[in-house]
């Protein structure tokens, strides 16, 4: 079998696994622990609220690094923030 075909059929049964399964999947790959939960993401909104700050101070912040914005999954635009950037900068842990 080529290294195309190999793939697709990988791709293809990957596909018909449930969301959980993929994950319990990707961690026996990586070997992170299985009680490691994922962090959250955050939209722009809910850490503006949490600082009470407009959205625009939030898109500053992530233009300047403060917090690392992370894509939205399926979007094209739309970003956010880890909860855990979040949280340490709350904390004075930030850059």
Not at 30 to 59: E, M, W, Y
């Amino acid at each position: 079998m080529k290294m195309g075909n190999s793939y697709e059929v990988a791709k293809l049964a990957i596909s018909g696994l449930s969301a959980r399964d993929r994950q319990a999947l990707l961690r026996e790959l990586t070997g992170q622990p299985a009680d490691l939960q994922p962090d959250r993401i955050l939209r722009r909104a809910q850490v503006a609220k949490q600082f009470n700050v407009s959205l625009g101070a939030v898109d500053l912040w992530g233009k300047q690094g403060i917090l690392k914005r992370i894509k939205l999954p399926g979007r094209t635009r739309a970003a956010g923030f880890r909860e855990s950037d979040v949280a340490a900068l709350v904390a004075g842990g930030g850059k």
